[in-house]
């Protein structure tokens, strides 16, 4: 029987791989400029933890093949370089694995959360809430105005919280519940929810951020491609949980000039 | 190194009423198997929990014949609400987790067999020790109870954020009563594992017999001391953050929640809280939690391998030293749950390295395995089956880690499938394929009669083949960006994705169904198995050195054993065979040297 199990390893472990290596479910197409470095830090680790998968399993397969019907009388044997070895192996092989996955990850990280958007990045505010997302764009005065959570009211559309009457600033306020971005232009996200946790992931944007309660979270990034998308809540928020999302629409900048100056008429 | 033999303290003489022998018994032994009834039950239930979630996810609005019977309000015409999935998650992964995960591997075997393997007559606190269970039990009670309240149990997922958990009834259904009842009962279950690991650590400390140095003691109970030591400082963590939870609900307190919160329209009576505050005490626990749930498992595994191969391990030491190294770095790593959270991102960095490095005692213990089977006897039989088969799981679920450790991955991973792929390999199916290991294995001394090994291996089998053609699929789904706990997938980029799901739906009935031959192999062999030899796997711990089987009452009779060699005497020549038992004052050349 132990040579079954050694064949059935190795049958699972090579089954497992084949749609990895062929790539059959694969993450959507990157359209953003920092995604490169992710996916390329994804691959990296794929190959290392696919070649760590596979020599473990094989490497258990034919143990259990050679030593389990032994001889009568054969007597134990030891493995060369014993524990010792393998201690050795351990810290040297993995470790550096660890330490060269772990360094080269901070580029792709720094990337997104440790640099500063730019100055000129097109400030967009997205508010979470159950079980939507909204958006304000500042209009041409460039400013948001303030939010009043007391004044927030589905009935009248009032989804931020706006005093348009009393704030200057909030007048020409824009809020959708789509979202726009001119394409190959930096965006900074200024992320809030209303009530609980919620999250903003794009797979194709390669980004995703909760949104916490109470604080003010921000999130930049430039999308590279036309299209459009669709924005997935990953936190869970309650039973509509599943369909909460929202589309990203990735235009020209003449396009999305237009689809502003629409969506401002319709406020 | 203590004396017990010459002092024996816990001189109780066996109890004689029923209620005392069977209920409520100071016994360790009887309070071990206590735990495992309740384990048993409890992940029946759990698995039929994930049967109704995976027809759910496979067939979507398919209807469960029978289904409103459990709740009319949550399954209307046998279709489950999406509140209602959410639901049955929730308890599935609660009940898993800590009445399964927690319970079984270490409070299930360590009560049953810690004891005996130190050489010990009892628990320094039998009173303590029957207070853990029935507060266990209860808390158990009190969280099956929330599927009887009026909105059902919370919807909220085991790991509770807030402030979904704590702004109450407002935040949907189940998110009342149903997360007070929640959080009452996992408050109430950190008592009884302090209670517990109390003990635990006290017995290995102080009651181990006469000759058994630490280094003496065997693998399995090096790991549940380990894991006691973690269930102290973890749940200790978790129980004030369910107290926490509790105050906010019905006290008016705004310990999770902050200020100008808006629900339906209404701003919500709370300043001043944090939300992220629950995630840190919760990881804080939770992340030790894997490791409360797995350390058991490994030491179980090396405990019967051994036996299985004929040869103690390339290094003891090693083993230890590395089980301990994940204890501790089990700590340091929890933020690894909250890289995208909105903590701050160089916090992600400096919980991302510990999260790599803890890779090396994991792979230390793998390699240890491996080398130890390099050149061994194995004997191949169920327990031995499922002791390899834990190590084929733990390498899988194992190596997806290294994903999950880095922040700039998580950005594409956190949250989907990739994820509930990698918990249930590693601390899941790994863990049950330890529990499983244990169960064939002790089984004959615990209850004096031997499981079918037939029945066994075609358990073994379906099990084996059956959890990978489950958990495998959930890597690639998770890669495609599928994300978890929607009741339902109507994302665009979704769609080509529910076939796989459909797959893994149908594996996940198959393997549930093994899972009843198991059951049955358990319950007829309890009363009708072969009877037990005291020794069937010629082992050499001291737990199969008691002068009857199952042991008597006070364990070893009128006289405690005394210990003369290392754990694991395999590949000797002695009087009795390959082996020398550590109770057996007969002089070997040690397996240590030779080796």
Known sequence: MGKFVAVTIIVIAVASAIPIVMHTWEPPADISTHGALIDEQMSETMAEAGISFLASQILLAIFIWMFSSPKPGSRIKRLPGGAKGLVIAAFLLVGAEALALGVFGVKAWANVYLTPPSANAMPIQVQAGQFAFYFRYPGPDGKFGPLHPDLINEGTQNFFGLDQDHDPDSKDDIVTAEMAIPVNREIHLLMHSKDVGHSFFVPELRVQQDFVPGLDVSLHFTATKVGRYEIVCTQLCGLGHYNMKAYLSVYSQEDFDNWLKKEAAMQ | MHDMSAHAVHHHAPPTSFIRKHVFSLDHKVIGKQYYGLALIAVFVGMVLSWLMRIHLGWTNYPIPGLHLLSSNGAPGNVMTPEYYLQLMTMHATIMVFFVLTTAPFAAFGNYFLPIQVGAEDMPFPRFNMMSFWVTFTAFVVLISSFFVSDGPTLGGWTQYAPLSAVGKVGGPGEGTGVVLWAASIGIFCIGQLLGSLNFITTTLDLRTRGMSLMRLPLSAWAWFITSCMGLTAFAVLMPGCILLILDHVAGTSFFVPSNLVINDQLQPHSGGSTLLWQHLFWFFGHPEVYIAIIPGMGIVSHVLITAMRRPMLSHRVLIYSM????????????????????????????SFP???????????????????YGAKLRINTASLFA?????????????????????????????YFVVGHFHLVMGVAAMFGIFAGTYFWFPKMFGRMMNETLGKIHFWLTFVGAYCIFMPFHYLGMAGNVRRYQAFVDDYTQRLIPVHQFITVAALLTGLAQFIFLYNLMHS????????????EATSLEWSTPTTPPPHNNFGDKLPEVFHDPYQYGV???????????????VKSAHEEA
């Open chain 2, 573 to 587: 020549e002695s009087s009795t065979g390959d082996y020398v038992m550590q109770a057996s004052p007969e002089k």
């Open chain 2, 526 to 537: 309890r009363f009708w198995g072969k009877p037990a030899p005291d020794n069937p796997w």
């Open chain 2, 388 to 416: 390899l088969g834990f190590i084929s799981m733990f390498i899988s679920g194992g190596v997806s880690g290294f994903f999950l450790a880095q922040p700039s991955i998580d950005i594409m991973l956190h949250a989907t």
């Open chain 2, 324 to 351: 301990g190294a994940l204890a501790v770095l089990s700590y340091m790593v929890y933020g690894h749950h909250m890289f995208v959270s909105g903590m701050n991102p160089v916090s992600s960095l400096a919980f």
């Open chain 2, 355 to 373: 999260t790599l490095i803890i890779t090396i005692p994991s792979t230390i213990v793998v390699l240890i395995w491996l080398g130890s089977l």
